[in-house]
């Protein structure tokens, strides 16, 4: 199994990114897919996710309205999260995670495969 996180870096407050994890090495569209972050000196907390046809998403209420997340099953085996409107408390790693399963699952003990992280830094 591997993931391959990108799409990070630095950007100012208001601002947008796409985070993107390709993956491999499993039956992606089988897998809900989840996007989680983490800051410093901080638990890893869930942000969002979207189940394994991409009918169905959720996304945490600290970000509802200004993150989305959507996969790409037929082509790139790709599950991305667009993040607009960036504010300073948005900094930190982000991380992708795939679920085998039914339903919103938001805690990290659901998930069975990891990304690598890859760091969103938002400047005021």
């Known amino acids: 199994v591997q993931f391959v996180e990108s799409g990070g870096g630095l950007v100012q407050s208001g601002g947008s990114l796409r985070l993107s994890c390709a993956a491999s090495?499993?039956?992606?569209?089988?897998?809900?897919m989840g996007w989680f972050r983490q800051a410093p000196g901080k638990e890893r907390e869930f942000v969002a996710t979207v189940s394994w046809s991409g009918a169905s998403t959720y996304v945490a209420d600290s970000v509802r309205g200004r993150f989305t997340i959507f996969r790409d099953n037929a082509k790139k085996n790709t599950v991305y999260l667009q993040m607009n409107s960036l504010k300073p408390e948005d900094t930190a790693v982000y991380y992708c995670a795939a679920r085998l399963g039914f339903g919103s699952a938001v805690n990290t003990a659901d998930y069975n495969y990891w990304g690598q992280g890859t760091q969103v830094t938002v400047s005021s």
């Open positions: 090495g499993f039956t992606f569209s089988n897998y809900a």
